[in-house]
């Protein structure tokens, strides 16, 4: 049966660490608070990259990985709510830069859920027939779109880039089980508006700051639900138990809505990979970078099976079950 394997992982954070005491020096805030209430100790800020400079050197540095030249990718799918611009997408930037002469490219809005949406994607374009090598790439300047004065959202979040390729196999292994949610009814516990409605037939204009806004509590609660919900419903669907599973790689957000989930489904927490501490919540890139470390920390082997659990606006949800290559 023709399957997508992971062929390759990479990532890419900007240089500069703001720690949770350079963050208190902007808003009222303290390390002890933010620490106890995430577990985010710092997180990467960009200085001047913006998203396809993230995007681009993430996917530069897993085609490596994955020993594939740019020429042979036939489609580069970029997750992200902060593209440079809407036209062109970060996927269209980042496949001249890479010189992925016959790729298709797109880019997807899914939130923190984007690069299951786009493994997802991926998945089904390989298993079709219709591509060979699929670039996903995860990338967000986040930190261009928060009030910096609202302690409430700015704390949370950090820029990044995290990628994978997936490949065409004949093997069993590789993604075996796919799961999609989304619930519009709950569209406003995460918000970040785009052009606001301007044009010569409108009188009145409403103007919203384009920054992102949160319902923090709601969102907890609709994070843990929906990780529990997923794993299950993955699970099932491959006919794998909980016990055959080494690793769960979530969206990483917040320690205590992992710590929840891991309750809730009675999963230990050393199963769930965490980064977060380190790289607050990168929305579609968290869980591309969470996976490369986790590669290039040596604690993946061929036939481990993961499951990948993305949370988000929208709201957005999904899960994928692979084995490893
Ligand atoms: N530093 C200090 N105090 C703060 C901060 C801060 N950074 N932020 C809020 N507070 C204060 C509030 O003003 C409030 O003070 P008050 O009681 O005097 O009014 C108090 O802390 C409690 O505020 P709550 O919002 O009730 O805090 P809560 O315990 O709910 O924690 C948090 C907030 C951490 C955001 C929590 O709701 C949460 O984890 N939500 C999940 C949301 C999340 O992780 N979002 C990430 C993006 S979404 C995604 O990735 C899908």
Redesign the pocket.
């Known amino acids: 049966m023709r399957r997508a394997i992971i062929a390759g992982t990479g990532s890419y954070v900007p240089e500069y660490r703001m720690t949770n005491d350079d963050l208190a020096k902007i808003v009222?805030?303290?390390d002890e608070?933010?620490a106890s209430?995430?577990g985010i100790t710092e997180r990467r800020i960009s200085t001047g990259e913006n998203t396809s400079d993230l995007a681009y050197e993430a996917a530069r540095r897993t085609l490596q990985i994955a020993n594939i030249d740019a020429t042979e990718i036939d489609l580069i799918i970029c997750a992200t709510i902060t593209p440079d611009s809407f036209m062109p997408s970060v996927a269209c930037i980042v496949q001249e830069r890479l010189g992925a002469k016959q790729a298709a490219a797109f880019d997807l809005t899914a939130a923190?859920s984007g690069l299951i949406y786009g493994m997802a994607c991926a998945s089904s374009f390989i298993e079709t027939g219709m591509f060979q090598n699929i670039l996903v790439i995860g990338a967000e300047t986040l930190s261009k779109t928060l009030d910096w004065t609202d302690?409430?959202t700015c704390?949370?979040f950090g820029d990044g880039a995290g990628a994978v390729v997936l490949s065409a196999s004949d093997s069993c292994n590789g993604i075996s089980a796919i799961h999609l949610l989304s619930d519009g009814s709950k569209q406003d516990y995460?918000c970040l508006p785009a052009l606001p409605l301007i044009n010569p037939m409108i009188q009145e204009i409403e103007n919203q700051p384009q920054v992102i806004t949160?319902k923090?509590?709601e969102?907890?609660k609709f994070?843990v639900r929906s990780i529990a919900v997923h794993i299950n419903t993955v699970l099932e669907k491959a006919k794998v138990s909980e016990e055959d599973i080494k690793y769960i790689v979530t969206?990483q957000?917040?320690c205590?809505?992992i710590e929840q989930a891991s309750k809730s489904t009675k999963i230990p927490i050393e199963k769930f990979y965490m980064n977060l501490d380190r790289f607050g919540?990168t929305?579609a890139a968290s869980i591309g970078i969470a996976l490369d470390e986790m590669v290039q920390r040596g604690l993946l082997t061929s036939g481990d099976k993961l499951i990948l659990v993305g949370?988000?606006?929208g709201m957005t949800s999904g899960a994928i079950l692979v084995e490893w290559k």
Do not use: K, P, Y
Request: aromatic share 10%; with cysteine.
């Open positions: 009222e805030t303290s608070w933010i209430r995430t923190c302690r409430s704390v949370l995460l949160m923090g509590q969102v907890f994070a969206h957000a917040n205590r809505i919540n929305s949370f988000g606006g």
